[in-house]
């Protein structure tokens, strides 16, 4: 990996190129990491390794659906990089799953390992599939069937899967189960995520939500607002929105928008989210909630707010709706929520953003607590946890805000930056393996 002649620029494609991709998440992904690259200075060989995933796996999952029939869904997972650790990164079961999402959701996972120093690699997998409206039978047979076909990817030291969009902690269990009984014998730190009862961290169901909170009372202290009062907006009421929202609401931040994808909730004198929770836990979805007006999800986006919290899925903030964006501060509780277009008009308006792979990285830090009390047998209790990963959160934070002020760069370029920097060190220091 000496360094030679070739500049990372001259590598890197024309900017016309990612614009005709805006919504392409792959496209997204490697927009933010050319800039970063070439503002680090990057070796162009590292440039052209980090740029390709290590491995990536397609799989055919073959089921038996409930009235006899079969189906065949298709499955992946990419491992992006892996010289800091194993794997690491979500399964997502949907039906826009493609490989370009996956590939671009591993390499986020790199980058977000990195941003707050734990010691794995990226990856990610996907099903293409409706779970909604598959049977629990199904969802299992589909689950154990996926960690079957990708089982030689899997293991505590290789490849460690976790919870991502429409996967839970029943998720995780099957998959622990299959490939435990493939091993003949119990390995709970194969994935993360799992319930409580069997290897599961205290903490780990609440720790997106609770990060996202943490780095935006940090964001908020540094722009000098006040947390009580702030005004907060959320999009996604799933497990990383719906966190977010109680938890900035218990800081004494005023909650003025949630929603899901059955509707928008507004409410100007404060949405009480324990009750909206409880309507979500009896009616599945925030459609019909009484105590709020109907908004639509364009409205809720351009609402006036110190926060507002994307927590849903990718390219919600876009070039066509940035504009009309009018929060202080941006909290990415999801993955890729805005397009590389939409950070030049939000950086022109000095919107201060919260780059996903520091926003969201709660939930794979305690994944990690997970892996390690997995490993050593010895559990921590919850407070442990939190004020663990509390320390991660806000050093985290400050190092990308250092980082952004040293180079006079977004918050999101610098998250980047940091990231690139700490798994370029690592592929120095190890060398290539020839
Ligand atoms: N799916 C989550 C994410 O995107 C968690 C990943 C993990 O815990 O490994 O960060």
């Known amino acids: 990996m000496s360094t030679h002649s070739t500049h990372v620029s ?7 190129d990612t614009f005709l991709h805006e919504e392409n998440p792959y496209e997204a992904m490697m ?33 038996q659906r409930d009235n006899g029939d079969i189906e065949v869904y298709t499955g992946y997972r990419v491992l992006h990089n892996t010289s800091r650790g194993p794997g690491k990164g979500g399964i997502r079961f949907d039906l826009n799953v493609t490989l370009d999402e996956v590939r671009a959701l591993a390499a986020w996972m790199t980058w977000k390992c990195a941003v707050v120093n734990i010691p794995f690699g990226g990856a990610k997998g996907g099903v293409i599939c409706e779970p909604t409206t598959m049977s629990t039978g199904e969802l299992e047979r589909l689950t154990r069937r996926y960690t079957a076909a990708i089982i030689d990817l899997l293991g505590p030291d290789s490849d460690v899967p976790a919870p991502d969009v429409n996967t ?9 189960d299959t490939y435990s009984m493939h091993k003949r014998h119990t390995v709970t730190a194969v994935v993360t995520g799992k319930p409580v009862e069997m290897g599961g961290s205290l903490g780990r169901r609440e720790a997106t939500g609770r990060g ?19 005004r907060v907006v959320v999009q996604g009421f799933g497990n990383v929105g719906s966190v977010t929202a109680n938890l900035l609401a218990r800081e004494g931040a005023r909650v ?25 836990r009896e009616h599945r979805y925030l459609d ?11 409205e809720l986006l351009a609402l006036e707010c110190e926060v507002l919290v994307p927590a849903a899925l990718e390219n919600v903030i876009t070039s066509r709706n940035a504009g009309s964006v009018r929060a202080r501060i941006i909290c990415e509780g999801a993955n890729g929520p805005t397009t590389a277009n939409a950070d030049r008009i939000l950086e022109e308006k000095g919107v201060f953003v919260i780059p996903d792979i520091l926003a969201n990285a709660g939930g794979v830090t305690v994944s990690y607590f997970e892996w390690v009390l997995d490993r050593g047998g010895y559990f921590w209790d919850e407070e442990n946890v939190n004020d663990r990963l509390g320390k991660i959160m806000v050093r985290a934070f400050e190092e990308v805000a250092t980082m952004a002020q040293r180079h006079e760069v977004s918050m999101r370029q610098a998250a980047y930056m940091l990231a690139i920097e700490r798994v370029a060190a690592v592929h120095r220091l190890r060398g290539l393996y020839a």
Not at 168 to 176: L, S, T
Not at 212 to 230: F, N, Q, S, Y
Not at 260 to 274: M, Q, R, W
């Open 10 to 16: 001259q590598l890197i494609r024309p900017e016309k």
């Open 31 to 63: 927009s933010r990491f050319d800039v970063a690259a070439e503002k680090l200075g990057l070796d162009p060989g590292l440039y052209k390794i980090l740029r390709h995933p290590e491995k990536e796996l397609t799989v055919a999952v073959p089921i």
């Open 168 to 176: 839970n902690e029943r998720v995780m269990a099957w998959i622990m």
């Open 212 to 230: 996202c909170m943490m780095v935006t009372r940090e964001a908020l202290r540094k722009l000098g607002l006040p947390i009580v009062g702030a």
């Open 256 to 280: 003025l928008a949630v929603s899901d994808k059955s509707a928008a909730i507004y409410n100007p004198a404060g949405l009480d989210i324990e009750d909206a929770l409880k309507w979500v």
């Open 288 to 298: 019909g909630y009484p105590r709020a007006e109907r908004i639509t999800n364009e």
